[in-house]
């Protein structure tokens, strides 16, 4: 484990600005970078990007942006207002605002003249270069984007049914079911148990599920403290920032979180309130908190780019185009990720960027070229502390993906109450840089 450095730190966000991801990616010559791939009053083409997640919204915007508004784009969500997955934990361990995660995309089309359109799309025409959506619009594109995000796997745990999923909560798509779980919790009886399954990896948010038990822990301790958190773990192991979590746990949540690892939930009864492993092992919870296998999300099948385990999206890493079809890039949770790049919002964000500058270069006639990109994934274990982790990606034309910068990354000494300022800082920073 690497010590906290600020001067990492710093580069790391400056990464992850539009102002210097050109001379930081590698890009020599770039004319986006420069601002001058497009001309007042002259058009490069049509762009349409499904899904306003950390990964459409960015891609949008930089595309306005990077072609000085020679592009045209058309922002497809259905969702009327942004949710953000990031720091929705907090709202569960009481230590934030619900509203604070509740965003407008108002920005997008004020300062960058994007075309947002709330709908939900029903068919895609990749030899006609048409979406198609329920407002009974279609949309013709040139290149199209792609953000779906993930959908669940409910077949996945056995009972896990429609009925069963209006109390047993994933709570891993912000929104009702956040506040939904909250709520359970702040029914439970001091004494009660809460118990939290993780999938196997690969799934949204590495480090999310641990940071949800650490700060429900928090909660707890502070509330209830007979009460009990189980995280039942398909992985073998705390699968980011372990030594951290678990010197946390022992430290802090002795007696009320306990981990078990390599315990995969396959069957829920949502009467009583029992799961069963593959094992066949047993346990109770007052609240169940189920995350089931992930996906890419429907949209993504549709579209015929799903081309991974029946899973997830391979692209080429140069232009985020998916191999499967022709014009279509693929953003965050939905694609086969590259070796150690988590599904996280700020690599949503990076995909967004690399995307948009790819087919900035595209559009204007010229070879698009690999750009760098940074991951940094906070997670707070309490009302003030935080740990984080966080790397630097950059494409490696033998193997054709992205790699780990050697030396590039690095992981907090220990939990801090500096790392908890930054983590929230970086909130704000990145809800601003995506959606404004």
């Known amino acids: ?51 306003a997640g950390f990964g459409g919204a960015t891609a949008a915007k930089y595309l306005r942006k990077w072609s000085n508004g020679a592009i045209e784009v058309t922002l497809i969500e259905r969702n009327k207002q942004f949710i953000s997955c990031p720091a929705s934990n907090e709202v569960l361990g009481g230590n934030r605002a619900y509203d604070s995660l509740v965003h407008s995309y108002d920005g997008l089309r004020k300062n960058w003249g994007i075309k947002l359109v709330h709908a939900s799309v029903t068919g895609i025409d990749a030899d006609r270069r048409r979406v198609r959506t329920d407002s009974a619009r279609d949309f013709e594109y040139d ?10 796997i409910y077949s996945g745990i056995e009972g896990y049914d429609a009925k069963a999923q209006e109390t047993i909560l994933h709570a891993w798509k912000a929104g009702p079911q956040t506040l939904a779980l909250r709520k359970q919790l702040e029914d439970l009886p001091d004494g009660g148990t809460y118990v939290l399954s993780v999938p196997k990896a690969p799934y949204r948010c590495p480090p999310g599920p641990y940071e949800r038990a650490s700060q429900i822990a928090w909660y707890f301790k502070t509330h209830k403290p007979r009460s009990k958190v189980i995280v039942l773990d398909a992985n073998d192991k705390v699968i980011s920032k372990e030594k951290l979590f678990l010197g946390v746990w022992e430290s802090d949540y002795k007696g009320i979180l306990e981990y078990r690892p390599g315990w995969n939930v396959v069957a829920v009864d949502a009467v009583t309130n029992i799961v069963t492993s593959e094992l066949g092992d047993k346990e109770r919870g007052e609240v169940l908190n189920l995350l ?111 790699l780990v910068v050697e030396g590039s990354g690095g992981v907090s000494k220990e939990a801090s109450v500096e790392e908890g300022l930054y983590t929230r800082a970086w909130a704000t920073s990145i809800w601003k840089d995506s959606l404004s």
């Open 292 to 402: 089931p296998p992930q996906r890419a999300a429907d949209i993504a099948r549709v579209a015929g780019v799903v081309n991974v385990n029946d899973r997830w999206a391979d692209v080429d890493w140069i232009s985020l185009e998916s191999t499967a079809v022709k014009n279509i890039h693929i953003l965050g949770d939905a694609l086969q990720a590259a070796p150690l790049m988590p599904k996280s919002g700020h690599m949503a964000n990076q995909h967004g960027k690399a995307a948009a500058a790819a087919i900035v270069e595209i559009l204007s006639g010229r070879e698009p070229q690999p750009t760098l990109m940074a991951n940094t994934c906070y997670s707070l274990v309490d009302d003030k502390r935080a740990i984080h982790v966080d790397s630097v990606h950059r494409y490696n034309p033998e193997k054709k993906v992205p």
């Open 1 to 51: 484990m690497s010590r906290f450095n600020p001067d990492r730190r710093r580069l790391l966000h400056a990464l992850g600005a539009s102002a210097a991801l050109a001379g930081a990616a590698g890009i020599p010559g770039s004319s986006f970078a420069a601002g001058n791939a497009g001309k007042p009053g002259k058009k490069l083409g049509r762009v349409v990007v499904i899904g």
């Open 143 to 152: 290149r199209l984007v792609l953000s779906p995000g993930f959908d669940f």
